[in-house]
């Protein structure tokens, strides 16, 4: 017998984790933070998805955070057997897992010293790198065996470098099922990674369905709006605070500086990418070219990929925590890229604390921001944020661009599952996972009035495979 038990990113957007049973064995596929303010998640981060000696093998679709972020925590518990992953999303967590443990540590450091409230880290760096040293590297197309009576093969989601959708083959009773797990889908046109495969063949589908309910602005428009607001901000004499994702989030936003700067479409001012993970990210994207889409005519147009990319006059990549406080000394001007993507932890929260109340500066949202999250309350424009324990009072503008997504939009995930159906004719059912109630409910409704067999589980739902 087949069953898959959804356990995270159902009814929200964080926390991805789901359990397939087979043939007596169990696998799970990604095991992510959930992500929010500490005092609500921590307990759910703390609350494993399955007794450790029962997981067989994990297999995981890429390395942010909400879907690999509590490897680390399943390996201090215990768990010492295969993780599946693409090249590029085992390098990436290499360095994301590292960073995360060392964000944990360093924010349970400062709390404690500064007598604020207290969390222990979920895990240490130790258990970073025993993550990595168990995962098994697998190319797009490739078949592999996971457990006995299950075959997985990753093919190109389109969503950050490395990032997969999982078909998995499900043998038991000598029955061959094809369940699909879309992971986080891409979007076509984006500027660096090439444009997401539908899976075909497919029996049944776990999707996520973050917009759901939206459509993006196109990246181009993107691009001309993140001038605009550089623009404008630098003629009030103020900062662009961007909070954002070191791997991919980072890249694309200086791959669109970089191409503004060159039309001489924004002034010439400095930028700082403050963020050592966004600087090792940068490396790895240097080390796996063979996933770059060199369609793109300003990637085709460089012979030297990464220095014509990522390395121009403006730009400056810090490292220590001194060349990072010595910003907020600075008069003039500038751009400040920083981690993390919500705004939850890491050197953004320093900016945060300095720049939210100057109504010179711009704070721009260039990603989805969690429920829950400090993100999510710069983006409805709170009068008072607080940050490290400090209320402090927003007046800063605050701009969203929502063209640089790295996830699907309503069209483009319809016209994914669309693409999965017609070559899938024994497609019976579709799984919404990873989407907050409003989205995922009117992309339910959406494609049931289309002929689909849509569910919504709930945390702890199972079916039949």
């Given at each position: ?149 299950l075959k997985a093969t990753f093919v190109d989601a389109g969503h950050i470098l490395g990032s997969a959708s999982v078909i ?36 049944q589908v776990i999707m996520e369905s973050t917009y759901g309910n939206r459509d993006h602005a196109s990246v181009a428009s ?175 503008r605050v701009e969203i661009i929502n063209g640089y997504s790295a996830h699907a939009d309503r069209g483009e995930l319809h ?51």
């Open positions: 017998m087949t069953d898959i038990q959804f356990y995270g990113a159902t009814r929200e957007v964080t926390g991805s984790c789901h359990i397939l049973h087979i043939n007596g064995r169990t696998v799970l596929l990604d095991c992510g933070l959930f992500q929010g303010h500490r005092a609500d998640v921590q307990k759910k981060n703390q609350s494993l998805p399955a007794k450790v000696a029962s997981i067989d093998a994990i297999v995981l679709s890429h390395a942010h955070m909400d879907h690999a972020g509590r490897l680390p925590y399943l390996v201090r518990e215990g768990y010492a057997k295969n993780i599946f992953a693409t090249g590029a999303t085992r390098d990436l967590c290499e360095i994301m897992l590292a960073d995360s443990a060392h964000i944990q540590e360093s924010d349970a450091e400062f709390l404690s010293r500064h007598h604020k409230e207290h969390f222990d880290p979920l895990y240490a760096a130790r258990d970073a790198i025993r993550t990595i040293e168990l995962m098994q590297s697998f190319p797009y197309d490739l078949s592999f065996d996971v457990v006995p009576g998995l083959d499900c043998t038991s009773d000598g029955v061959t099922k094809r369940l699909v797990f879309s992971g986080d889908i891409g979007r076509k046109g984006l500027p660096i990674i090439r444009d997401p495969v539908p899976p075909t063949g497919a029996h993107a691009k001309d709006e993140l001038g605009r607001v550089v623009r404008e901000t630098a003629a009030r004499g103020g900062r662009v605070l961007i909070p954002a994702f070191a791997v991919g989030r980072t890249q694309e936003i200086v791959l669109s500086l970089h191409e503004l700067a060159d039309a001489g479409s924004i002034p010439r001012l400095p930028i700082y990418i403050d963020s050592p993970l966004a600087t090792k990210a940068t490396a790895v994207f240097d080390d796996h070219r063979e996933v770059y889409d060199e369609t793109e005519p300003f990637i085709r147009a460089q012979k030297d990929i990464r220095s014509a990319l990522f390395q121009f006059p403006l730009v400056q990549y810090t490292q220590s925590v001194e060349e990072s406080k010595a910003l907020n000394t600075r008069h003039g001007p500038m751009v400040i890229i920083a981690a993390s993507g919500m705004a939850e932890s890491g050197r953004i929260l320093h900016h945060l604390l300095n720049g939210a109340a100057d109504p010179r500066n711009t704070i721009l949202i260039v990603g989805f921001m969690g429920e829950g999250t400090l993100g999510r309350r710069i983006v409805e424009k709170q009068r008072t944020i607080r940050v490290y324990g400090e209320d402090v009072e927003l007046r800063a016209g994914w599952i669309d693409a999965v159906r017609a070559e899938s004719p024994a497609l019976s059912d579709v799984w919404l996972v990873h989407g907050e109630p409003d989205a995922q409910d009117a992309f339910a409704a959406t494609l049931t009035a289309n002929g689909y067999s849509t569910h919504c589980p709930a945390a702890g739902a199972t079916t039949a495979v």
